[in-house]
């Protein structure tokens, strides 16, 4: 691709906690970028630094409704749709046409604009697996009828559509499989493991482990994560291609981590397991490093350290802000200091636009 200007990406879901920092990483590689957002469960703050720059903009948009966009665009990165299973039993029926409805206009709106596009799937096309560790070959073992199903049923279906917009339309498709992701900017509130790990910690209480502890998971930090999108994208594959960490650890353990980072007394708990919780779940990269020269390279104390100082200070504790060291013993309960309410916005509105369009375009092709 031979250009004098900007190379145009598109991030829908570009509030959200990865979306966010893609939009950081696409700057900060020169791109303009836009980001298209319904803020069902993302966040103006997670953005709030953009506003205002030439090369950004943000419109408020739901993608199950229509795409509205200045072209040219050359890359369409489509993260839209609630990660969190609080989320996604909270809102099914978004879940279900986000992943339906909105991926076919994020699809169309890559065939109508020449562009790559990438679809953010997920681990959870796997289900709760029987081939360990995943590999993108692995057809999965997902139950199509439980309550998880409007996200995983979603995510296989918007994996179909853009393949067969892929060999049928000739659209440009990567399809990128994303496994837990963590780091600043996920919402505290927002059900996963980590974020209730951590804000547990901090104010003392018992850690929730639901079920035993041993089933495992694989967590990789965010700016690992945001890399690799962005290799694909730029990559000539169309994948499926398996996006995460591979150091596997049991919840339990991970739990203990947390608890001796934020220097906490906190206990575990023991609840009952959510149904088709999976047992295990570890990507198997061996694509990603083939194809992209991938690998994560941020390692857990690492990572989980920036996400506890980012924790601290969105709650609100004292010495969130010691460069030194993560938030030791400070228990106090105090008043969060929230930069922002969770504004889950479940009802479709009209389109309006926040921050300014470079005047220069800097998207011609
Ligand atoms: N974070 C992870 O561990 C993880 C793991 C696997 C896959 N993924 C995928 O990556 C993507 C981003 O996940 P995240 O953790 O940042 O979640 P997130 O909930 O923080 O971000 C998703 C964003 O999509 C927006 N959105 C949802 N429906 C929309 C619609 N109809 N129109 C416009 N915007 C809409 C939300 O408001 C939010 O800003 C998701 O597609 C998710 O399925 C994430």
């Known amino acids: 691709m031979s250009r004098d200007i900007k190379p145009h ?44 720059r030439p090369d950004f903009n943000f419109s408020v948009q739901d993608i199950r409704d229509s795409i509205d966009l200045e072209g040219p665009v050359d890359f369409i990165y489509h993260l839209a749709s609630p990660a969190s299973p609080k989320h996604y039993l909270e809102m099914p029926f978004l879940t279900l046409e986000t992943g339906s409805k909105g991926t076919q206009n994020a699809l ?31 057809w999965g073992h997902v139950n199509s009828i439980g309550p998880r199903s409007v996200y995983d049923e979603a995510k296989r279906y918007a994996e179909a559509v853009s393949m067969a917009y892929q060999r049928e339309r000739n659209t440009d498709v990567v399809l990128v499989r994303i496994f837990n992701t963590y780091g600043p900017r996920m919402r505290p509130d927002d059900g996963r493991a980590l974020p209730a790990f951590i804000s547990q910690a901090l104010a003392g209480d018992p850690l929730t ?31 499926p291609i398996n996006l995460g960490n591979p ?20 206990t575990l708990t023991f609840h009952p397991r959510p149904e088709d919780d999976p047992t295990v779940r570890k ?18 104390e690492e990572g989980l350290k920036l996400t506890i100082q980012y924790f601290a200070e969105e709650l609100g504790y004292e010495g969130a802000r010691d460069p030194q060291t993560a938030p030791k ?37």
């Open 329 to 365: 013993r400070v228990h106090t309960r105090a008043p969060a200091a929230r930069r922002d309410r969770p504004a889950a916005e479940r009802q479709r509105g009209p389109k309006t636009f926040v921050g300014k369009r470079n005047p220069d375009g800097g998207v011609a092709r």
């Open 283 to 300: 990507p198997d990269i061996a694509r990603a490093r083939d194809l992209l020269a991938w690998e994560p390279k941020v390692n857990r």
């Open 108 to 138: 169309d709106a890559a065939r109508r604009f020449e562009a790559r596009y990438l679809l953010a799937s997920t681990s959870e096309v796997y289900g709760d697996p029987e081939v360990h560790p995943q590999v993108e070959t692995y």
């Open 247 to 266: 150091s596997e650890v049991s919840i339990a353990d991970f739990a203990r981590e947390v608890i001796a980072l934020t220097g906490s007394a906190s």
């Open 9 to 52: 990406s598109v991030v829908l879901g570009g509030a959200g906690f990865v979306g966010s920092h893609l939009c950081d990483l696409l700057l900060s590689e020169g791109h303009q970028v836009s980001c298209l957002d319904n803020l069902a469960t993302g966040r103006e703050v997670n953005i709030r630094h953009l506003l205002g």
């Open 209 to 239: 482990i639901h079920g035993d502890g041993k089933q495992t998971r694989s967590f990789c930090y965010v700016a690992d994560l945001v890399r690799g999108l962005y290799a694909a994208a730029n990559s000539r594959s169309c994948g």
